[in-house]
Nanobody, 125 residues
Framework: QVQLVESGGSMVQAGDSLRLSCAGS????????MAWFRQSQGKEREFVAS????????VYPDSVKGRFTISRDNAKKIMYLQMNSLKPEDTAVYSC??????????????????WGPGTQVTVSS
């Protein structure tokens, strides 16, 4: 089973860019579809982006489409989230997640079996 650890969270200003990383351990990293979610204080966990095992299928919600880019390097066992044009409303704890089942809704956090501890992103105005 893969284990996940995020890094790259920081405090930045509106308009800045940031890249988050999600490092996986274990030999089965490439067998998992993966995603980024975020949760800000007092709010429900929100879907940010998902990527299929090969990276060929990517999904974004409208809130980040055109600003965020998800990618993965299976050889290095790392997933990335490039975040550009950051806004104060992007402030949250960002977590990466992995799921083994192929045809479940990638936007639903309940379909992910493995989670990282999260990394804080704070965007000031």
């Amino acid at each position: 089973q893969v284990q996940l650890v995020e890094s790259g969270g920081s405090m930045v200003q509106a308009g800045d860019s940031l890249r988050l990383s999600c490092a996986g351990s274990g030999r089965t990293f490439s067998t998992y579809a993966m995603a980024w979610f975020r949760q800000s204080q007092g709010k429900e966990r929100e879907f940010v982006a998902s990527i299929s095992r090969s990276g060929s299928t990517i999904v974004y919600p409208d809130s980040v489409k055109g600003r965020f880019t998800i990618s993965r390097d299976n050889a290095k066992k790392i997933m990335y989230l490039q975040m550009n044009s950051l806004k104060p409303e992007d402030t949250a704890v960002y977590s990466c997640a992995a799921k083994i089942l192929l045809y479940t809704n990638s936007r639903d956090p309940g379909n992910y079996e493995i989670w990282g501890p999260g990394t804080q992103v704070t965007v000031s105005s």
